[in-house]
């Protein structure tokens, strides 16, 4: 070799060095000298296909090729390629361009691939044998997939010569790539085939196989061999006990169907398993030493083969038919199957017609991967299909568009509903998915929530046990969550994590209310060899009806424009104002009633219906709750039921999942109508406004807390939870107080600090609480809080205002008075923090109102915990009760006690001129209609059977009002200013209402 190394050129001596240290490092056993006779047989192997291309160019090297192990491509190959040896370029962009119009094909790279082919997995042998395919070289392995295996191709040697390399895939968590072999591989040595048993080999055929696993006698000790046509094929299953499949042979001359004669084969010896990869369906074989046994589980006997069993091509001059007794008392036929177990379309099946899917086989081409993780696809443009109830986790890395499949035994449920409209065929454990040709086309980048949550998905079928129609819409659903969700709330692996027990996936716990309705837990287990083997085929894909859209889950935003949508299209003024009494109204009161008017939307009124999901924050520019997702945000008015107040921050940053709400839709109209006879004219409206927003009670709404971690969104951005970013541990330092009062939030005036910009500062949206601290400032330690420090001056009074502005704003709707609340400040322990004085940038007159002597800033990283007063004796006694003022303090005239606090059950609300009009500003003008709202109550007291009205104003700066302010709303008002009106009628303006409704 070396003397004929030195009459070729440098190029190519260089590439034969190249390729000697390759072999002998990749391919040589390791424990042996060089072998040169095998790098000649590899070398001679490669020119062999080189120059069978017939445009080398005279090159009897591919020079231009390099080697490759199973390590380089493992480590260094990043990209899709495809290697064609045997190809010229013009035959690769003849290929190419084969993939279609508008795709990527893969990538060409000049690499030779060589090493062994192999179904072990490991050096143990049979326990690392579960029928998958692998090339194995000195320096790793790699999984292999291959159309068109011939089992003597095992454990030998070969060139491939037309391949590509598929890198792990996102969400791919085993970090592993695989390879498609295109053709058919090159052996570097030639094949030792071991010989086959003696010919002519006795056989028996179906009919005498199927008897003998009738007769009451079972044959002991007798192995068979069985011959005939391969009529079906059943997926392969692999448990945590055992890997198997079933075959099953039928009359060579039959066809496929329910009534022909047939007889199955279990398959479990691991080495055997590989058959699976092997065999065709509609091909004939002789499978031998075959002996009958009883499946556990199975009433009745089954073939089965032994680890000396082989499977051969039937040859019909090489066998003969075995004569056999067949006379004896037979076993009693198969009975009727019992019924179906009650499962999810059953259920569904009450209120719709249950139909039965078509069993089928069909071929076609992968054109669209809908929910890779969810085992959906699209077929040839036209079909769905669904492999999730198989277990179709190694399909899964061949699966993108291009790939051309078989599929044996194939149920086709056509109008499944549940928002799919095309025919879905979808194999159970019976059929067979079979690969005949891979995609030529580049795998493109998976969306995040079709590349992770796969074991969820198996979890809905395997655990659930969800028939399709509620399978497809749970996956709709599943992406919907994602999108409203993923990533800035959850991380998708998070949201699609699979359920343990007690530890649920958010993703599931989301759905769970409605599959537990739709599909109560408790279904029975599928038995994947009862799936198989029944005679009369019973799995979940047989029976079926069509699901109508239980629920939807519509991102906020769209949902905003849908509630606005519907506001303003069933917005008429005529109806607003009835004829008799608006026929006779002037101009301006005709303008004033039509200004404010409200819709109210119940959930009965989508269809179908919708579900609200969203995360819980405090807006710091409103003042108010919120829901909100990606698409945007929709104001709450989060209830608690029994007139409690919500007093536990802990809720902001919640999943509130509710299906029961109310929609309100208050709308705003600015308009110059002369007349009732008009209000048809839309041209009098010269400008309308929607406040939209949801009312919800705390005992309907889901509360899920959403996982701390570091990432870009909401929650992290602002401070609207507590701190949910932290690295190492927690330092802090908190106070607790007593709330005793709470004034109304409002837009107010602040002096400017000393040294500040001296700018006439705008108002700024702040409210005030006064209270009591309970004893000194404590430090963290460990999970709990230390002892309490000494107060420097323990005379002193400990009553404080805080004075919550900006950011701080968000903790409004949890304050209220009678609680005691932790006041937690982040980073290292400062002395005096809670006791700093803010009263210079304010005025006097709050810190004398509220009887305290100093005030506090919140500072917008503070957070707010809600504590329990059951250890804090001071706190017991406290009057948690409501403030109510007596009814002889309400409607007399004294205005000696000026503020009082009521219930009130909201009547009518309109809008109207100020009291106090301004003397620049006309009567009617429009622009009067946001200077005042005017509220009629009826008080509920029990002290006299007819409640009286009283009218309540409500003037800037307390505009606009709080949500739920509406007719038919109790309310609870807390010091509102009374005054006497000109002709004695008793009118209030609001300081701090809190809303029940």
């Given at each position: 070799?070396?003397?004929?190394?030195?009459?070729?050129?440098?190029?190519?001596?260089?590439?034969?060095?190249?390729?000697?240290?390759?072999?002998?490092?990749?391919?040589?056993?390791?424990?042996?000298?060089?072998?040169?006779?095998?790098?000649?047989?590899?070398?001679?192997?490669?020119?062999?296909?080189?120059?069978?291309?017939?445009?080398?160019?005279?090159?009897?090297?591919?020079?231009?090729?390099?080697?490759?192990?199973?390590?380089?491509?493992?480590?260094?190959?990043?990209?899709?390629?495809?290697?064609?040896?045997?190809?010229?370029?013009?035959?690769?962009?003849?290929?190419?361009?084969?993939?279609?119009?508008?795709?990527?094909?893969?990538?060409?790279?000049?690499?030779?691939?060589?090493?062994?082919?192999?179904?072990?997995?490991?050096?143990?042998?049979?326990?690392?044998?579960?029928?998958?395919?692998?090339?194995?070289?000195?320096?790793?392995?790699?999984?292999?997939?291959?159309?068109?295996?011939?089992?003597?191709?095992?454990?030998?040697?070969?060139?491939?010569?037309?391949?590509?390399?598929?890198?792990?895939?996102?969400?791919?968590?085993?970090?592993?790539?695989?390879?498609?072999?295109?053709?058919?591989?090159?052996?570097?040595?030639?094949?030792?085939?071991?010989?086959?048993?003696?010919?002519?080999?006795?056989?028996?055929?179906?009919?005498?196989?199927?008897?003998?696993?009738?007769?009451?006698?079972?044959?002991?000790?007798?192995?068979?061999?069985?011959?005939?046509?391969?009529?079906?094929?059943?997926?392969?299953?692999?448990?945590?006990?055992?890997?198997?499949?079933?075959?099953?042979?039928?009359?060579?001359?039959?066809?496929?169907?329910?009534?022909?004669?047939?007889?199955?084969?279990?398959?479990?010896?691991?080495?055997?398993?590989?058959?699976?990869?092997?065999?065709?369906?509609?091909?004939?074989?002789?499978?031998?030493?075959?002996?009958?046994?009883?499946?556990?589980g199975h009433r009745y006997r089954v073939w089965t083969t032994s680890p000396s069993s082989r499977v051969l091509p039937l040859k019909p001059e090489c066998v003969e038919e075995l004569e056999m007794d067949l006379e004896g008392p037979l076993l009693e036929v198969y009975p009727k199957p019992l019924p179906t177990p009650s499962n999810s379309q059953d259920r569904m099946g009450q209120r719709g017609l249950v139909r039965d899917s078509t069993l089928l086989s069909y071929s076609g081409t992968v054109t669209g991967v809908l929910n890779d993780a969810a085992g959906l696809y699209e077929l040839d443009g036209k079909l769905g299909l669904c492999l999730a109830y198989q277990q179709f986790r190694g399909l899964r890395r061949v699966m993108r568009p291009g790939v051309c499949l078989e599929l044996q035994d194939v149920h086709l449920l056509q109008s499944v509903g549940g928002g799919t409209r095309?025919?879905?065929?979808?194999?159970?454990?019976?059929?067979?998915?079979?690969?005949?040709?891979?995609?030529?086309?580049?795998?493109g980048t998976l969306s995040s929530h079709q590349a992770f949550g796969a074991s969820l998905y198996e979890q809905l079928v395997w655990e659930r046990q969800l028939g399709l129609p509620l399978y497809l819409w749970a996956a709709k659903a599943l992406e919907e969550l994602a999108f409203k969700l993923c990533p800035h709330v959850l991380r998708y692996q998070q949201f699609l994590q699979p359920s343990f027990p007690g530890n649920p996936g958010p993703g599931l716990q989301l759905l769970a209310p409605s599959l537990d309705l739709l599909a109560p837990p408790g279904s029975p287990i599928r038995k994947a060899h009862v799936e198989i083997l029944q005679e009369l085929h019973q799995c979940p894909l047989q029976k079926y009806a069509q699901l109508q859209t239980p629920y939807s889950f519509p991102a906020l935003a769209t949902f905003k424009d849908e509630v606005q949508r519907r506001a303003w299209a069933s917005f008429d003024p005529k109806t607003l104002l009835p004829l008799p009494e608006a026929s006779h109204l002037p101009s301006c009161q005709l303008n004033h009633r039509l200004a404010w008017s409200w819709v109210c939307l119940q959930p009965s009124s989508f269809q179908p219906a919708q579900v609200l999901l969203g995360v819980l924050v405090a807006s710091s520019h409103k003042g108010c709750l919120q829901l909100r997702d990606q698409s945007g945000s929709l104001h709450c008015l989060l209830l608690a039921k029994h007139s409690q107040p919500l007093t536990d921050p802990r809720l902001l940053g919640c999943l509130v999942r509710a299906e029961k709400f109310q929609l309100i839709a208050e709308r705003s109209v600015r308009s110059s109508f002369p007349s009732w006879n008009e209000l048809s004219t839309p041209g009098f409206i010269q400008k309308q406004q929607t406040r939209i927003y949801v009312q919800i009670f705390l005992a309907d709404a889901l509360?899920?807390?959403?996982?701390?971690?570091?990432?870009?969104?909401?929650?992290?951005?602002?401070?609207?939870?507590?701190?949910?970013?932290?690295?190492?541990?927690?330092?802090?330092?908190?106070?607790?107080?007593?709330?005793?009062?709470?004034?109304?939030?409002?837009?107010?005036?602040?002096?400017?600090?000393?040294?500040?910009?001296?700018?006439?500062?705008?108002?700024?949206?702040c409210f005030y609480v006064s209270g009591s601290w309970l004893g000194g400032t404590q430090k963290k330690e460990g999970t709990g809080w230390g002892p309490p420090e000494p107060q420097r001056n323990e005379d002193k009074d400990q009553k404080v205002l805080l004075i919550f502005l900006g950011s701080s704003v968000r903790w409004f709707e949890f304050l209220h008075p009678g609680q005691v609340y932790r006041l937690l400040a982040p980073g290292p322990p400062t002395s005096m923090l809670f006791e700093k004085d803010d009263s210079s940038c304010t005025s006097q007159r709050p810190l004398e109102l509220a009887g305290c002597v100093s005030c506090l800033t919140v500072q917008d990283n503070w957070t707010?915990?809600?504590?329990?007063?059951?250890?804090?004796?001071?706190?017991?006694?406290?009057?948690?009760?409501?403030?109510?003022?007596?009814?002889?303090?309400?409607?007399?005239?004294?205005?000696?006690?000026?503020?009082?606090?009521?219930?009130?059950?909201?009547?009518?609300?309109?809008?109207?001129e100020p009291l106090l009009t301004p003397l620049q500003t006309k009567p009617g003008n429009t622009e009067a209609m946001r200077g005042c709202v005017k509220l009629t109550v009826a008080l509920q007291t029990a002290d006299c059977d007819f409640p009286p009205h009283l009218d309540i104003y409500i003037e800037e700066p307390y505009l606009p009002p709080l949500l739920g302010l509406l007719p038919g709303a109790r309310v609870h008002f807390v010091q509102l200013e009374k005054r006497v009106s000109r002709e004695d009628a008793l009118v209030r303006t609001p300081l701090a209402p809190r809303r029940h409704l």
């Amino acid at each position: 070799m070396a003397a004929c190394q030195a009459e070729v050129p440098t190029s190519e001596q260089t590439w034969l060095k190249t390729a000697e240290t390759f072999i002998q490092e990749t391919l040589c056993p390791t424990d042996k000298e060089p072998n040169v006779q095998l790098t000649q047989l590899v070398i001679d192997c490669v020119k062999t296909v080189w120059s069978s291309q017939g445009s080398n160019q005279g090159y009897t090297l591919p020079l231009s090729y390099s080697f490759v192990s199973v390590q380089d491509l493992r480590t260094h190959q990043q990209l899709p390629c495809c290697s064609h040896l045997s190809w010229s370029s013009s035959a690769y962009q003849a290929w190419a361009q084969e993939a279609g119009p508008n795709v990527t094909p893969l990538a060409r790279e000049r690499l030779l691939l060589l090493g062994t082919l192999t179904d072990l997995s490991g050096d143990v042998e049979q326990e690392r044998r579960d029928g998958s395919l692998y090339v194995r070289d000195n320096t790793g392995i790699l999984g292999c997939e291959l159309i068109d295996l011939d089992l003597s191709w095992l454990g030998h040697l070969f060139l491939f010569p037309n391949w590509s390399y598929l890198p792990p895939a996102r969400g791919n968590f085993s970090g592993e790539g695989h390879l498609e072999l295109w053709d058919t591989p090159v052996p570097v040595l030639p094949l030792t085939i071991s010989p086959g048993p003696p010919t002519p080999i006795p056989v028996l055929y179906t009919e005498s196989a199927s008897h003998i696993l009738r007769l009451r006698i079972k044959p002991r000790g007798v192995h068979r061999n069985l011959a005939g046509k391969l009529v079906r094929l059943s997926a392969l299953v692999k448990s945590q006990r055992k890997s198997y499949f079933v075959l099953s042979l039928g009359e060579s001359s039959s066809e496929v169907s329910e009534t022909a004669s047939h007889v199955s084969i279990v398959v479990q010896i691991p080495a055997q398993l590989v058959w699976h990869r092997a065999l065709w369906p509609g091909k004939d074989y002789v499978l031998t030493e075959l002996r009958v046994s009883r499946v556990r589980g199975h009433r009745y006997r089954v073939w089965t083969t032994s680890p000396s069993s082989r499977v051969l091509p039937l040859k019909p001059e090489c066998v003969e038919e075995l004569e056999m007794d067949l006379e004896g008392p037979l076993l009693e036929v198969y009975p009727k199957p019992l019924p179906t177990p009650s499962n999810s379309q059953d259920r569904m099946g009450q209120r719709g017609l249950v139909r039965d899917s078509t069993l089928l086989s069909y071929s076609g081409t992968v054109t669209g991967v809908l929910n890779d993780a969810a085992g959906l696809y699209e077929l040839d443009g036209k079909l769905g299909l669904c492999l999730a109830y198989q277990q179709f986790r190694g399909l899964r890395r061949v699966m993108r568009p291009g790939v051309c499949l078989e599929l044996q035994d194939v149920h086709l449920l056509q109008s499944v509903g549940g928002g799919t409209r095309r025919p879905v065929l979808a194999p159970c454990l019976r059929g067979a998915v079979l690969f005949r040709g891979f995609s030529r086309q580049k795998p493109g980048t998976l969306s995040s929530h079709q590349a992770f949550g796969a074991s969820l998905y198996e979890q809905l079928v395997w655990e659930r046990q969800l028939g399709l129609p509620l399978y497809l819409w749970a996956a709709k659903a599943l992406e919907e969550l994602a999108f409203k969700l993923c990533p800035h709330v959850l991380r998708y692996q998070q949201f699609l994590q699979p359920s343990f027990p007690g530890n649920p996936g958010p993703g599931l716990q989301l759905l769970a209310p409605s599959l537990d309705l739709l599909a109560p837990p408790g279904s029975p287990i599928r038995k994947a060899h009862v799936e198989i083997l029944q005679e009369l085929h019973q799995c979940p894909l047989q029976k079926y009806a069509q699901l109508q859209t239980p629920y939807s889950f519509p991102a906020l935003a769209t949902f905003k424009d849908e509630v606005q949508r519907r506001a303003w299209a069933s917005f008429d003024p005529k109806t607003l104002l009835p004829l008799p009494e608006a026929s006779h109204l002037p101009s301006c009161q005709l303008n004033h009633r039509l200004a404010w008017s409200w819709v109210c939307l119940q959930p009965s009124s989508f269809q179908p219906a919708q579900v609200l999901l969203g995360v819980l924050v405090a807006s710091s520019h409103k003042g108010c709750l919120q829901l909100r997702d990606q698409s945007g945000s929709l104001h709450c008015l989060l209830l608690a039921k029994h007139s409690q107040p919500l007093t536990d921050p802990r809720l902001l940053g919640c999943l509130v999942r509710a299906e029961k709400f109310q929609l309100i839709a208050e709308r705003s109209v600015r308009s110059s109508f002369p007349s009732w006879n008009e209000l048809s004219t839309p041209g009098f409206i010269q400008k309308q406004q929607t406040r939209i927003y949801v009312q919800i009670f705390l005992a309907d709404a889901l509360i899920l807390p959403v996982p701390k971690f570091c990432l870009h969104s909401a929650t992290c951005a602002t401070p609207q939870t507590d701190s949910t970013c932290p690295d190492g541990p927690h330092i802090e330092q908190s106070r607790l107080f007593l709330l005793s009062h709470k004034e109304a939030l409002m837009k107010r005036n602040f002096c400017v600090p000393e040294g500040a910009n001296q700018e006439v500062p705008k108002p700024t949206l702040c409210f005030y609480v006064s209270g009591s601290w309970l004893g000194g400032t404590q430090k963290k330690e460990g999970t709990g809080w230390g002892p309490p420090e000494p107060q420097r001056n323990e005379d002193k009074d400990q009553k404080v205002l805080l004075i919550f502005l900006g950011s701080s704003v968000r903790w409004f709707e949890f304050l209220h008075p009678g609680q005691v609340y932790r006041l937690l400040a982040p980073g290292p322990p400062t002395s005096m923090l809670f006791e700093k004085d803010d009263s210079s940038c304010t005025s006097q007159r709050p810190l004398e109102l509220a009887g305290c002597v100093s005030c506090l800033t919140v500072q917008d990283n503070w957070t707010l915990e809600l504590e329990s007063s059951q250890d804090i004796p001071d706190v017991l006694a406290t009057n948690k009760a409501l403030p109510e003022s007596s009814l002889t303090d309400l409607l007399s005239g004294n205005v000696t006690n000026s503020l009082v606090s009521f219930s009130a059950e909201i009547l009518s609300r309109m809008t109207c001129e100020p009291l106090l009009t301004p003397l620049q500003t006309k009567p009617g003008n429009t622009e009067a209609m946001r200077g005042c709202v005017k509220l009629t109550v009826a008080l509920q007291t029990a002290d006299c059977d007819f409640p009286p009205h009283l009218d309540i104003y409500i003037e800037e700066p307390y505009l606009p009002p709080l949500l739920g302010l509406l007719p038919g709303a109790r309310v609870h008002f807390v010091q509102l200013e009374k005054r006497v009106s000109r002709e004695d009628a008793l009118v209030r303006t609001p300081l701090a209402p809190r809303r029940h409704l």
